[in-house]
């Protein structure tokens, strides 16, 4: 699927609209996007003649069709509607003095799952501002490892595109939901961008929050990765995570670091309903800032925002 729109109506709709997460999807194939260094957002760099633009394409928040996605990523669409597809869900600790999140990365460079890593850098907390950076084995990696989701915040995404200029495969990633969104959207999309050489994607779960863009966002969880990692729903203080696998090379992950004991399984069957108070929480929210204050059309009826609250209540 290609849509017949540009960077031009990109910069209308999504960066001149508040709905810009500052992802890194637009630019990460594309010479005519670019992300400023002090502010993280994202600017047409030049005019572009290119009528079918890769920027509008690769931007999760043009369009998202998010069965499309599932069914291509995954074989299958959703039964959980608050976590999207998975195969597993565990709680678990780390085996060891590193972290949980460290711990997963090591297991992906030793199970061979990949070889390299795009992690990110924080340059600035206020505002939020983090680019990319690129490493070839673990120990590199450590130093990048987020300790939160705003850790993330900035154009993680242009780091595969910087890793396929470099001729890198078997490439990884941590990054948040909105990271995760425009990743997948490429790889399913009808462009030959090199996102295939992408072989891991871990997701850090976003409480949303951080960037004017960050209020539209309906994804807790990175319902596209092949492992989501979420501290909430776990014992608070505990220092456990609830692991969310989707994939078989997630499984894989997470398979070998049980094995090599990087991380130690404390629940088998965790009790979902923090997490997905918090999540239905979060979407619903979200969702009603995406709606705003235009009618809603059914057939005949047309509704607004309160209206719509008051029959669905």
């Known amino acids: 699927m290609k849509v017949e729109k540009s960077s031009q109506d990109l910069e ?5 609209s508040g709905l810009c997460i500052h992802c890194g999807s637009c630019n990460a194939f594309c010479p005519h996007m670019d992300f400023n260094q002090e502010t993280g957002e994202a600017y047409v760099v030049d005019e572009c003649s290119e009528t079918i633009g890769l920027c509008y394409n690769a931007c999760p928040r043009t369009f998202l069709p998010i069965s499309k996605i599932e069914q291509e990523l995954f074989g ?8 999207g597809v998975y195969k597993d869900i565990i709680q678990v600790k780390s085996g060891n003095k590193d972290e949980i999140l460290y711990n ?8 061979g799952v990949i070889k390299h890593m795009v992690l990110s850098e924080p340059k600035s907390k206020k505002p939020p501002v983090a680019f990319p950076v690129v490493v070839d084995n673990a120990k590199d990696a450590k130093k990048y490892i987020p300790k939160a989701t705003m850790d993330n915040a900035g154009p993680l995404i242009t780091g595969i595109g910087k890793a396929y200029l470099d001729k890198k495969r078997d490439i990884g990633i941590i990054a948040n939901p909105c990271h995760i969104q425009g990743l997948a959207k490429i790889l399913v999309s009808d462009f030959n961008t090199g996102a295939e050489r992408t072989s891991l994607r871990i997701a850090y779960a976003c409480s949303s929050g951080g960037m004017s863009g960050c209020k539209y966002c309906t994804d807790f969880s990175g319902e596209f990765s092949d492992i989501s990692y979420s501290p909430w729903g776990a014992p608070k203080g505990s220092g456990e995570a609830l692991l969310i696998i989707r994939t078989n090379v997630g499984q894989k992950v997470v398979d070998y670091a049980i094995k090599k004991k990087l991380i130690e399984v404390t629940n088998p069957k965790p009790d979902l309903s923090e997490m997905k108070k918090f999540l239905d929480k979060k979407r619903k929210k979200n969702f009603l800032n995406l709606i705003g204050r235009e009618l809603i059309t059914a057939k005949y009826l047309k509704l607004n925002v309160d209206e719509l609250k008051d029959i669905m209540a």
Request: net charge negative.
């Open 12 to 16: 209308n709709e999504v960066i001149y």
């Open 76 to 83: 299958q669409t959703r039964v959980d509607i608050a976590v």
């Open 104 to 111: 997963l990365a090591l297991a992906a460079f030793e199970s």
